[in-house]
C-alpha cells in the first residue's frame, strides 16, 4: 500500500512523494496517523546531503529492514534522532534508518530552502 504525500515548503514550493507502508509498516503508520505536520526542517550540519524534520515524536525502532545507505529521493526515518529525512543524494548515514517513503516530483527545489524553513506534510 502506498499513501501519496505532498511536502509543502512555504515560500518556495510543493514537493509529491509516496509513503510505501509494507518496507517499514510500523513506522509508516505513525506516520500517517500524525498527518498533517508541521515543522521547521533544515539541512544536514555543513552539507546539503539531506533535509530534515526533528521532532516527530514518533519513536519508533530500527527494524530488519534498516540501513545506513541511502539513496536520493528517499523518505526516511531515524530513529535514533527521531527526526524524518528527505535525502538529496546517495550517501551513508552514521547509523541505521527506516526507509518509510520516496519522493517523485520536485526534488530539487530542496536545494532553495534554508534553515528553520516551516514545512507541511498532508496526505495528497
Do not use: C, H
Not at 507502508?21 to 539531506?50: C, E, H, Q
Not at 530534515?52 to 526516511?76: C, F, Q
Not at 528527505?86 to 552514521?94: G, K, R
Amino acid at each position: 500500500m502506498s499513501v501519496p504525500i505532498k511536502i509543502n515548503l512555504f515560500g518556495i514550493g510543493t514537493i509529491e512523494g509516496n509513503i510505501i507502508r509494507y518496507i517499514a509498516p510500523l513506522t509508516a503508520d505513525a506516520l500517517i496517523d500524525k498527518l498533517p505536520l508541521v515543522l521547521r526542517g533544515r539541512f544536514s550540519f555543513g552539507s546539503k546531503k539531506y533535509w530534515t524534520l526533528p521532532g516527530l515524536e514518533i519513536y519508533k525502532g530500527a527494524n530488519n529492514k534498516s540501513k545506513t545507505e541511502i539513496e536520493k529521493g528517499d523518505i526516511l526515518y531515524n530513529p535514533k534522532t527521531d527526526e524524518l529525512i528527505i535525502s538529496l543524494e546517495d550517501t551513508e548515514m552514521p547509523n541505521k534508518v527506516n526507509k518509510i517513503g520516496k519522493v517523485t516530483t520536485n526534488l530539487e527545489i530542496l536545494l532553495q530552502a534554508r534553515n528553520g524553513l516551516n514545512t507541511k506534510i498532508v496526505k495528497k
